[in-house]
């Protein structure tokens, strides 16, 4: 179970939500389900315009989550990861703090997302 909390200069205040870690719905299906508004044109990875800052707020070493292809596309045109942060994601399980909503799965673990 994990709390997230969406935070954006288009919001009047942080909006915190319960989600179910575990399930398979991505972190920006999670907004939508609670009005919260990311930003998002295709839904399936290619676009970018779900671009969002995610930060593990325990202090710990965040849960590995496996980018896919099409998000390390998108963030390395974006400018977003760097070719270390890429290579942490790949060999150490470390994600990089800019993701795609659109790809971005819950883990057991509360979280901050800007955007």
Known sequence: MANVTFSSPRMTKDITVYAVAGDTQSLLAVAQAH???VDFECQNGECGSCLVQVSVLSGKTP???A???KEK???RYAGKITK????AAETSDIPPPWRLACQF???NEDILVKF
Request: without cysteine; aromatic residues 6%.
């Open 84 to 87: 270390e942060q890429l290579e």
């Open 73 to 75: 596309t998108v963030l």
């Open 67 to 69: 980018l896919t292809e």
């Open 35 to 37: 009005k919260i508004p």
């Open 105 to 107: 799965i819950v883990r």
């Open 63 to 65: 849960y590995g989550v």
